[in-house]
């Protein structure tokens, strides 16, 4: 290699330690944040989340739909259902 790519890379890697460090702080949580994350907290406390067309829903009613209605089964030495997310 020659001294010019020598200097690219190494300047590249500068810069990109540089923007990390700057942007790191931007990025992390804050330690009460963090400290809530690990906590436990029951699904009835959540409250209601907006489901689009769907309106206003409680994770409790999420909870028990889920639990009363699982997901199907695969049957072994078959592929899953590629579900498919299209645009508009």
Same mark, same amino acid.
């Given at each position: 290699?020659?001294? /010019?790519? =020598? ?7 500068? %810069?990109?330690? #540089? ?6 702080? @931007?990025?992390?949580?804050?330690? /009460?944040? =963090? ?7 029951? %699904?009835?406390? #959540? ?6 067309? @769907? ?17 199907a089964p695969v049957a072994a030495g ?10 508009c």
């Amino acid at each position: 290699m020659d001294r /010019a790519s =020598l200097i690219f890379c190494g300047g590249s890697l500068a %810069a990109c330690l #540089l923007i990390a460090a700057v942007a790191f702080p @931007f990025a992390a949580r804050s330690k /009460a944040e =963090l400290a809530s994350s690990k906590s436990i907290i029951d %699904a009835e406390e #959540l409250g209601v989340i907006d489901l689009g067309d @769907f309106g206003d829903v409680a994770v409790s009613d999420m909870v028990t739909y889920y639990m009363e209605n699982p997901p199907a089964p695969v049957a072994a030495g078959t592929a899953p259902e590629k579900v498919r997310f299209e645009g508009c």
